[in-house]
């Protein structure tokens, strides 16, 4: 089982860039999160989704990002356009009602310059 | 709003025995009590989680108060590789919520 897969592993990008990060979860997992990491702030949720479909977007910080899961074994956490504010770890989790915990990924780690 | 408070930093020697408290005086009668590690530079990962009754599995023991206000997350012999930020969590039963991470307590575990 290879876990939950993130990519690319690190971003390196400039201001105003766009910036996709992917995820693909662990196969039959049917809930997916995205979770963004910062001395600052800690770890924290940005959105979720059940079924491929976002329930809890409320973490998301601005109307530059978003989240898309077009289907069970894919998503993506898109910005547009970047800000130096947006340097962070990004991980993405996976889970199914069979089990009690998540699953992380081991993150993609952005710089934005 | 904070619903769990844990000590920010912990120092335990190698085979020694590492405690870690939590308090979550305002915990639902429905809520569980979640513990989670991150090791520097990994994602989190799951160790444990109860309801009121005590539980152990391979990695750790978890101790739940009688009133439910407080627990302690036990490692029973700590290696170097136990080194990490230890997640205390209380959250509803259900795979579909969300995770919400207060700032845990980084555990050092020396020789």
């Known amino acids: 089982d290879a876990g939950v897969i993130q990519s690319p592993r690190h971003e390196v990008t400039e201001m105003g860039q766009e910036v996709t990060l992917r995820c693909k979860p662990i196969?039959?997992?049917?809930?997916l999160f995205w979770y963004r990491q910062t001395m600052m702030r800690g770890l924290e949720l940005l959105i979720y989704f059940n079924n491929n479909v976002p329930i809890d977007d409320s973490g998301m910080p601005e109307d530059r990002f978003s989240a898309k899961m077009p289907n069970a074994s894919f998503s993506t956490l898109k910005i547009q356009p970047s800000e130096p504010r947006d340097s962070a770890v990004y991980f993405c989790a996976s889970t199914t009602r069979s089990y009690n915990e998540q699953f992380f990924g081991p993150g993609t780690r952005l710089t934005v310059l | 709003d904070a619903k769990t408070t844990q000590p920010p930093s912990m120092d335990c020697a190698e085979g020694r025995a590492a405690n870690l408290p939590c308090n979550h005086s305002t915990i639902s009668g429905n809520e569980y009590v979640y513990w989670y590690r991150q090791i520097h530079s990994q994602g989190p990962q799951y160790i444990i989680h109860g309801l009121k009754n005590n539980e152990t599995n391979e990695m750790a023991s978890l101790i739940i108060t009688e009133d439910r206000k407080s627990s302690t997350l036990i490692l029973p012999h700590a290696t170097l590789r136990d080194t990490a930020v230890y997640y205390c969590?209380?959250?509803?039963?259900?795979?579909?919520?969300?995770?919400?991470f207060g700032g845990g307590t980084r555990l050092m575990v020396k020789p």
């Open positions: 969590i209380v959250r509803v039963d259900n795979a579909g919520n969300m995770l919400t």
């Open positions: 196969s039959g997992h049917n809930s």
